[in-house]
């Protein structure tokens, strides 16, 4: 029997479109042989038609988005609009509206790829970052005071409900249970400054512990879990953090990675609907050149089977990603793969079949 999907697309602005393609050109490859059919749903958001209409996230299209069973993102982010309005009112906008209360950041280094981090290998860079997503500072709360004088006041306000704390960790725990790697979850918080925020996650942390006794634990401040994430990365096996912590801590995840070229999350309501989406951003400055690397946007793909239970389809895509980086590629970098984008998704579809 084939099994059906719906699939909200949004391409997005810069190099999102071009990487998207590739994305759907891998999934249509899998849908033909694993007997699934993924119905598209092509969404047109982002700063082109910002700029064009002046239209951010209508509601109809939240509405049409809520509706399908995951969504597929390129990137959001245009030079031509000032910081802050794409980002808060359309990729933030749908991560709150649609609560997709986790983004889940693999961090592995796969064979054949190079990472900066002098002797290490695949068996040491293998962890996942489970970043909360909906409240801490990207809540947006606070506000400006006597603007331009020297009197300014700037508050920006973190957010941390017990609920949002409890949901995240929860999943964590959960998580790392069942990944059983190395049944590690470590909690990343500053609480030696942070003395709210924090406390209220230690406690949680532990109390939801109790209830997972077999996982081992421990905490790190964030200053110290960066500094650790470079010199011994091998101890991680799933750390859990707050909004901006987890944006931070996994930017350097993706370097020791390989780059943003293989980076790829999901934005997850675990009990709703769920977006995944390569990290790097739009990458202006190489949009429409074919020159990105697809691979970040292919193994969201490979995130997105996972996330629908369509296991096989998953690892067989991991398979061939991890061939197409160790036998193909000569660089993850944009411009130095040995190959064009549409080449590399080309690659990735022929190692489908062995
Ligand atoms: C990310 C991005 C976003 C974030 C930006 C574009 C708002 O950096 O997904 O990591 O900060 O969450
Ligand atoms: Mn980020």
């Not at 949004?10 to 993924?38: H, M, Q, W």
């Not at 749908?94 to 209360?101: A, N, S």
């Not at 799933?238 to 350097?252: E, K, P």
């Not at 089977?305 to 067989?316: I, K, M, P, Y």
Request: with cysteine; hydrophobic share 40%.
């Amino acid at each position: 029997m084939t099994r059906r999907y719906e699939i909200g697309v949004i391409p997005g602005d810069g190099t999102g479109p071009e990487v998207v393609a590739e994305g759907i050109k891998v999934l249509e490859a899998l849908s033909r042989r694993f007997d699934l059919d993924f119905q598209l749903k092509w969404f047109d958001l982002g700063g082109e038609r910002y700029l064009k209409s002046g239209v951010l996230l209508p509601d109809e299209a939240l509405d049409s988005i809520r509706e399908t069973d995951a969504i597929f993102l390129g990137a959001i982010g245009h030079p031509d609009v000032k910081p802050g309005i794409l980002e808060r009112e359309v990729l933030l906008r749908l991560r709150f509206e649609l609560d997709l209360y986790i983004n889940l950041r693999p961090v592995a280094l796969m064979d054949g790829v190079d990472t900066p981090l002098k002797g290490k290998g695949p068996e040491d860079i293998d962890f996942v970052v489970v970043r909360e997503n909906t409240e801490g500072l990207y809540a947006g709360g606070g506000g400006a005071f006597k603007k331009g004088t020297p009197d300014e006041i700037a508050i920006q306000e973190s957010v941390n409900t017990r609920k949002g704390v409890e949901r995240c960790i929860r999943y964590a725990f959960e998580f790392c249970a069942g990944r059983n790697r190395k049944r590690r979850l470590t909690l990343c918080g500053k609480n030696n400054v942070l003395l709210y925020e924090s406390d209220l996650w230690s406690r949680v942390f532990n109390e939801v512990h109790r209830e997972y006794p077999d996982i081992e634990t421990s905490y790190q401040n964030v200053d110290a879990l960066c500094m650790w994430m470079i010199k011994n990365p091998e101890q991680f096996d799933v750390i859990v953090t707050t909004n901006l912590f987890g944006d931070i801590v996994t930017d350097i995840g993706a370097v020791i990675q390989g780059g943003l070229g293989v980076a790829a999350g999901g934005n997850i309501n675990p009990g709703g609907c769920a977006m995944f989406e390569p990290i790097g951003g739009s990458a202006p400055k190489y949009a429409g050149l074919k020159k990105i690397n697809p691979l970040a946007a292919i193994c969201a793909v490979q995130m997105m089977l996972d996330h629908l239970d369509e296991r096989e389809a998953a690892s067989t895509l991991t398979a061939s990603v991890q061939k197409t980086v160790k036998e193909d590629l000569k660089s993850l970098e944009a411009g130095k793969m040995g190959f064009n984008t549409s080449e590399v998704g080309d690659l990735v579809v022929r190692h489908l079949d062995g």
